[in-house]
Every structure is written in structure tokens, then in C-alpha cells.
């Protein structure tokens, strides 16, 4: 029912993301599928990876910002596995109607993320790219859970987002199965 995609190259050095997996990792039919874990030599297994969105009404993408987008291993994930006539183009409609959530942890504070900041941009100004891929590919995209300044962020702050993270999820994946059961 959810296929949560995790990418993040160190998964035992990070604080932000593991907390915020920690969250919700335990919820029921939701399956991790943590990249680096499963393919630290890249090898992606198309066919799992497209089984396991398949089997799923809710997709969560969730990793660091790293150079303004995602790790490498889940680029690397976007361009195997959203292959064209099955998720985009031409007999492309495998992932038509199901709903993407972004979760992203940002090393840059707000005032970085504008025109002033390190940054340069606003950090809306680096959501198209994953907003456009999952709507190219007909999943409607849902408002992003974004950490900034994950570095400094306390333990608390993190464990909050998680319990909110954690409703929404629950809360989507409740209204999916009851269109599934109800029409
Ligand atoms: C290779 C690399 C690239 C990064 N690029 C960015 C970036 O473009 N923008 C940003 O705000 N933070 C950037 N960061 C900081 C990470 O987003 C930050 O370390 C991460 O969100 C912390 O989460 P964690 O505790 O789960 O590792 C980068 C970090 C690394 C190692």
C-alpha cells in the first residue's frame, strides 16, 4: 500500500532522515525499500522496484538534498526504473493516479534558501524537479515534508515532524483503502 523509497548514502550517519524513518517505518503495509542498503553497487533491480510501486497507492520519496536534488543511487533509481512505456510515453500509465510524497532534509536554513542566502533561491525554486518527474509520470503530487537546517535541528524538533509525518501517512494510506474498498 505505500512504497516508501529511501536513498541516503550513509544510513547509520544520518541523524535527520533516521529519525524521521524511525517514524514511520513500523506502519502497517508500508515497505521500505532503503537503495543504498539494498544496491551499494548500483545494480538496481528494476523489476522489484517497479513490483513494489505497483503494489502501492501511496509512493514516498524520501532522502537528503544533496547539490540541490537527490542522491545519485536515486537519480540513478528515477532513470531505471520510471522507464518509458511503463511509467511515462506510449502503454506508460503504471503509476497514473497513485500519490507521491516528497520528504526532504536540507543541510541550508530558510534565510540560505533566498535571494540574499548561500543558496541564492528560494527552496521552491528546487521543487519542480521532483514534482515534474512524479507528474510526468500521472502520480499527483502531495505537499512536500521539508526539513531545513537538518544539522541544527534538535532531536525534539525531528521527533515532531516524525509524528506528524507519520499521521499523514496513515491518514492517506486510510482514505486510499477506502476508495479501494468503497469506489
Ligand atoms: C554531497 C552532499 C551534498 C549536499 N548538498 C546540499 C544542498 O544542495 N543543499 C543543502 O541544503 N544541503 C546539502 N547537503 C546537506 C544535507 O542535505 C544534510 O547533510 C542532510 O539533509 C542531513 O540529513 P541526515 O542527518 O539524515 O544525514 C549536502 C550534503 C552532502 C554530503
Known amino acids: 500500500m505505500i512504497d516508501l523509497v529511501f536513498a541516503h548514502p550513509y544510513p547509520k550517519r544520518s541523524r535527520a532522515n533516521?529519525?524521521?524513518?524511525?517514524?514511520?517505518?513500523?506502519?502497517?503495509?508500508?515497505?521500505?525499500?532503503?537503495?543504498?542498503?539494498?544496491?551499494?553497487?548500483f545494480g538496481i533491480d528494476v523489476e522489484s522496484e517497479q513490483a513494489a510501486l505497483l503494489s502501492a497507492k501511496l509512493v514516498v520519496w524520501q532522502h537528503p538534498l544533496y547539490w540541490y536534488t537527490a542522491p545519485g543511487l536515486?537519480?540513478?533509481?528515477?532513470?531505471?526504473?520510471?522507464?518509458?512505456?511503463?511509467?511515462?510515453?506510449?502503454?506508460?500509465?503504471?503509476?497514473?493516479?497513485?500519490?507521491?510524497?516528497w520528504v526532504v532534509?536540507?543541510?541550508g536554513d530558510q534565510e540560505a534558501y533566498s535571494a540574499t542566502g548561500m543558496h541564492a533561491f528560494n527552496f521552491e525554486s528546487f521543487v519542480p524537479v521532483m514534482r515534474q518527474t512524479a507528474e510526468f509520470c500521472g502520480m499527483k503530487w502531495l505537499e512536500p515534508i521539508v526539513v531545513h537546517n537538518a544539522h541544527r535541528v534538535s532531536d525534539k524538533e525531528l521527533h515532531a515532524v516524525g509524528r506528524d509525518y507519520r499521521k499523514k501517512l496513515i491518514s492517506l494510506a486510510t482514505?486510499?483503502?477506502?476508495?479501494?474498498v468503497h469506489g
Open 18 to 41: 533516521r529519525i524521521l524513518l524511525n517514524a514511520v517505518r513500523d506502519i502497517s503495509n508500508l515497505d521500505v525499500r532503503s537503495l543504498y542498503d539494498i544496491y551499494p553497487d
Open 105 to 107: 532534509t536540507t543541510g
Open 74 to 101: 536515486m537519480k540513478h533509481w528515477f532513470d531505471k526504473v520510471l522507464a518509458r512505456g511503463w511509467a511515462y510515453g506510449e502503454g506508460g500509465s503504471a503509476l497514473h493516479g497513485k500519490l507521491c510524497q
Open 175 to 180: 482514505e486510499a483503502q477506502e476508495l479501494v
